[in-house]
């Protein structure tokens, strides 16, 4: 193996190494709400490109049920969805509305402290 061939494969694994301590990097910042990196280069500068996240800005399945059926009363979870939607949810990135409703459907199921089931797939808050 000649010097050359020692380098590149020394840099080769270096990278390698550079690269899983990027995802740890983005990983823990993901977990911790800081910057999100997005993996591009600015082409002028050669910098990362950051951006700050604002999920709590977003609001979230729980709040939003709670608001649709307090104003709308006794439904069935995709229309308290849809209307979720209507008011400005999004999910995830990728998500149909299939599975935005089975989001709404679960959360809802699973507080029961909040919700209570009447039925057929229909909720209403639960009175205090």
Request: proline content about 2%.
């Amino acid at each position: 193996m000649t010097d050359l061939e020692k380098i590149e494969e020394r840099m080769a694994a270096i990278q390698a190494e550079f690269d899983e301590l990027q995802t740890a990097a983005r990983v823990l910042r993901r977990f911790s709400g800081g910057e999100h990196v997005s993996g591009r280069t600015n082409p002028i500068s050669g910098q990362k490109r950051t951006r700050k996240k604002a999920q709590s800005a977003r609001p979230k399945i729980l709040d939003m049920a709670k608001s649709v059926l307090q104003e709308l009363g006794e439904n069935h979870f995709s229309v308290v969805a849809e209307e979720a939607i209507k008011r400005g949810y999004k999910g995830r990135v990728n998500s149909t509305l299939d599975q935005i409703k089975k989001s709404y459907w679960s959360t809802m199921k699973r507080n029961p402290d909040i919700f209570t089931t009447t039925g057929g797939g229909k909720f209403k808050l639960k009175e205090k």
